[in-house]
C-alpha cells in the first residue's frame, strides 16, 4: 500500500476517542464553500454517472414490475396470492409492516437525536428522511392491493353514504390509517422544510431559466434573512417535538393489529416496544446500506465519514440487542404463562416447518450485530453494509415469521396448513424495492442528498466558540460558548 494512499486513509479517520478533543465532523481541507460545491455539485453536473443510469434502469424496470403485478391482482383477484385458508396474510402484511419500520430511521436521525444535539446528525439526516417518505410510499400500496376489491376501498373511509356503512373505529386495521397517515405528513413536511435553505442555494447558483425557476419555486422566496432563519428554526424545533411521539406511536399502532388480536404468538403486551426497536433497528440498516454505495459513488467520504458509520453502527447493536432480548423474553412469558398454545407456538417456529425463517431471523438480527463490538469490524466499510444488508434481511424474515408461522397453526389442528408464496407474491414485494430505489435514484439526482447549512454549523468556521455566538439553522437556541467541532 502506497503512503499516499495510507495519508488518505488516515486523514479520512476520525472515529478516534480522545476525551479531551471532540473529533471533527467534516474532515479535509473543507470551508462552507467546499461543502456548498460538492453537494450542488451533484445535482449541477452536466452529465449523469453511468452508474446512475444503470441502477436507475434496473429499478424503473422493477418498478415496472410492481404495477404490472398489481394490475393483474386487480383484473383476476386475491387467488393469484399464495393465501390459503389458515393463512389470510401473506406477503402483503409482512411487506406493509417491513416497509413501515425501513421509514422508522428518518425520524429518529431528525427529530430525537436533533433534540438530543447530536451534531453527527446533521450529514446523514436528509438522506434518511427522504428514505422515510419513499419506504412509506411502498408500505402504503400494500394494505390499499390487499382489501382484494380496491374500488370498493372508500369504504374504509368515514364517509357519510347512503348505505349507513361506517369503519368500526375499535378495529387497528383504522389506526393504521390514521397513524401512517400522520406519519408521512409530519415527516414529508420536515423533510421539506429542512431543504428550503439548501434549494435556495441551488437556485441562486442556477445556470439556466428552467433550473432557476424550478429552484426558486420550490425554495418559497427564500432570502435567508434573519427573520427567515429565525421562523425556519422554530418551525423545524416544533416539527421536530410533534415527530418525536410519531417514532414510537407510529409502530406500536402497526403491532397493535397484531397484539389485540387472541391468536397465539401475537396476543402479547411486549410487541409495542419490541416492534418500535425493530423498526429503529431496520431503519439505520437500510440508512447504512443506502449510504455507504452513495458516499464512495459522489466522493462524499469528507463529509459523510467514517464516524458517522461507526455512530450507525453502534446503535444498529443497541437496537440489535434489545431486539434479541424481546425474542427471548417471548419464549419465557410462553413458558412462565402455563398457556399452552403460546407455548406451543413459540416451540413451533423454533422447530416446526418454519424453522428455517425462524432460524435465518436470529442468525440476521442477533448474531450478525454482535460483530460490531469490535472497532476494527465496525469502521470496514465492506463488512458494515453486508451486516446491514444481512439485518434488513433479518428483519423482514422477522415480519414473515411473526405472520405466518402463528397463522398456519392456530387453535385447530384440522386447520392448519403451509404458506407458499406465490411468483406473483415474489414479484411485487421484489417490485416494491424496484419503487423505492427509483425515488431513492431521483432524490440523490435531482435534490440536495445533505443538508448543507445544517453540516456548516458544526464546522469549525462556523465559530460556535465564540462568546455570544448561538449558532444557526440546526441547533435553535444553541447555548453560548459551545465547543469547537
Known sequence: MSTTHIDTLNYLDNTGDDPA?????????????????????????????????????????LTLVLFSMIGYLITTG????????????????????????????????????????????????????????FAVVCAGIFPGIHVGRIWFAYWLFPIPNQMLMWPNFRSPLLWDVFAVGTYATVSLLFWYMG???????????????????????????????????????????????LATPLVLSVHSVVSFDFAVSIMPGWHTTI?????VAGAIFSGFAMVT????PTRKLFHLEEIITKRHLENMAKIMLATGMMVGLAYSTEFFVAWYSGNQFEAFTFLNRAFGPYAWAYWTM????????QIFWFRKLRNNTLILWIASVLINVGMWFERFVIV????????????????RPSAIDVLTFVGSFGLFFTLFLLFIRFLPLIGMAEVKGVMPQAHLDRPGHRGHGDYHGDIAGAEVV
Open 404 to 419: 405466518v408461522s402463528s397463522l398456519s397453526r392456530d387453535y385447530l389442528p384440522t386447520s392448519w396448513g403451509y404458506y
Open 271 to 275: 410487541f409495542p416496544p419490541y416492534f
Open 289 to 292: 446500506t443506502l449510504i455507504i
Open 195 to 241: 431543504m428550503i435553505p439548501d434549494l435556495a442555494s441551488i437556485r441562486d447558483r442556477a445556470t439556466t431559466r428552467l433550473r432557476y425557476y424550478v429552484y426558486g419555486f420550490l425554495s418559497l422566496g427564500w432570502r435567508s434573512s434573519n427573520r427567515h432563519w429565525h421562523r425556519f428554526e422554530f418551525a423545524y424545533l416544533l416539527l421536530a417535538s
Open 21 to 61: 478533543v471532540r473529533a471533527r465532523l467534516v474532515v479535509g481541507d473543507n470551508d462552507f464553500h467546499s461543502v456548498t460545491d460538492k453537494v450542488c455539485g451533484i445535482v449541477e453536473m452536466p452529465k449523469t454517472p453511468p452508474m446512475w443510469w444503470v441502477a436507475f434502469a434496473i429499478s424503473s424496470s
Open 362 to 369: 436470529v442468525t440476521c438480527n442477533v448474531v450478525v450485530p
Open 78 to 133: 386475491i387467488g393469484v396470492w399464495g393465501l390459503n385458508v389458515p393463512v389470510g396474510w401473506g406477503y402483503a402484511i409482512v411487506n406493509f409492516v417491513f416497509w413501515v419500520g425501513i421509514g422508522h430511521a428518518g425520524t429518529l436521525i431528525s427529530a430525537i437525536l436533533f433534540l438530543l444535539r447530536q451534531r453527527w446528525r446533521t450529514s446523514i439526516n436528509r438522506f434518511a428522511e427522504a428514505m422515510t417518505i
